[in-house]
C-alpha cells in the first residue's frame, strides 16, 4: 500500500520538533523569568540602600546631637569654674567687712582730753581681733603659733637667722618673729623664727660646765 507524501512529511516535521533540546524549546519562558528575578534583585537591592542611608543619617543625627550635648556640658563647665575662681573669696572677704569696720571705727577715736580713750580702744582692737578669729575659724584658716624651746619644723617654720643662747638648745627656737597661718592643710606662710645656736666654744651638744 502507496503512503501519502503529506503524513511523511507531517512525521518529519513532528520529529524535529521532538528533537529539540529543551532549553531551545522553552526559550521565551526561560528569559522571562531571569528578567524578572533580575527585576527582584535590582529592586531588593535598592530597598537594602535605602535602609543603609536612613540607617547612615539617623546615626550621623545622633553623632550630631552627642557632639552638640558634650559641648554645651564643656561650656557650662568652664563658666562654672570661671565664676568659681572670681567668687570663691566672697564669703571670708563678706567677713572681713566687720573687721575693716571696727578698724575705721577705732581710728576715728579722739584721743586728747578723754578719760579711758586708751582703754576703749585696746576693748576695740581686742573685739576686732576677735572678729577676725573668728572669721579664720569659719574658714579653715590655723594660726601657726610656735613657742620658744620647740624644735624647729622646716614644714611650718621658717629660720629667719641664728642666734646664740645659753638658755635654748641648738636647732631650737628662740624667738618667734611672726606667726604663721594655714588654710586647711595648706601652707599659707610659714611662722618666721629665731632659731638658737650653741655660742662659740661651746659644744653643740652639751653646754659647758661653769666649773670648767
Known amino acids: 500500500m502507496d503512503q501519502s507524501p503529506e503524513g511523511d512529511e507531517t512525521l518529519e ?4 520538533e521532538d528533537g529539540l533540546p529543551a532549553d531551545e524549546q522553552d526559550a521565551p519562558g526561560s528569559q522571562a523569568e531571569a ?25 550621623r543625627d545622633e553623632s550630631l546631637r552627642a557632639y552638640a550635648d558634650a559641648e ?21 572677704a563678706s567677713e572681713l567687712l ?7 571705727l577705732a581710728k576715728s ?7 579711758g580713750v586708751v582703754e576703749r580702744v585696746v576693748e576695740g582692737l581686742e573685739l576686732t581681733l576677735k572678729q577676725l578669729d573668728s572669721a579664720f575659724e569659719r574658714f579653715s584658716v590655723f594660726e601657726i603659733s610656735p ?7 622646716p614644714e611650718s617654720h621658717q629660720a629667719m637667722t641664728l642666734a646664740p643662747s ?14 604663721g597661718y594655714r588654710l586647711h592643710d595648706r601652707l599659707l606662710r610659714p611662722a618666721r623664727v629665731i ?15 661653769p666649773d670648767a
Not at 566687720?98 to 575705721?104: A, E, Q
Not at 577715736?109 to 578719760?115: K, P, S, T, Y
Not at 613657742?147 to 619644723?153: N, P, W
Not at 655660742?199 to 660646765?209: I, M, V
Open 98 to 104: 566687720n573687721v575693716r569696720d571696727s578698724l575705721d
Open 13 to 16: 516535521t513532528s520529529s524535529r
Open 166 to 179: 645659753t638658755d635654748v638648745a641648738p636647732n631650737h627656737i628662740c624667738q618667734v618673729i611672726q606667726k
Open 195 to 209: 632659731v638658737a645656736k650653741a655660742p662659740e666654744g661651746e659644744d653643740t651638744d652639751e653646754k659647758s660646765s
Open 109 to 115: 577715736v579722739d584721743l586728747d582730753g578723754a578719760e
Open 72 to 92: 554645651n556640658a564643656r561650656k557650662r563647665a568652664q563658666t562654672e569654674i570661671s565664676n568659681a575662681r572670681r567668687f570663691a573669696l566672697e564669703g571670708f
Open 147 to 153: 613657742e620658744v624651746g620647740d624644735k624647729l619644723d
Open 35 to 59: 528578567g524578572s528575578a533580575v527585576d527582584a534583585g535590582e529592586k531588593d537591592e535598592a530597598d537594602e540602600l535605602e535602609v543603609l542611608r536612613a540607617e547612615n543619617a539617623q546615626l
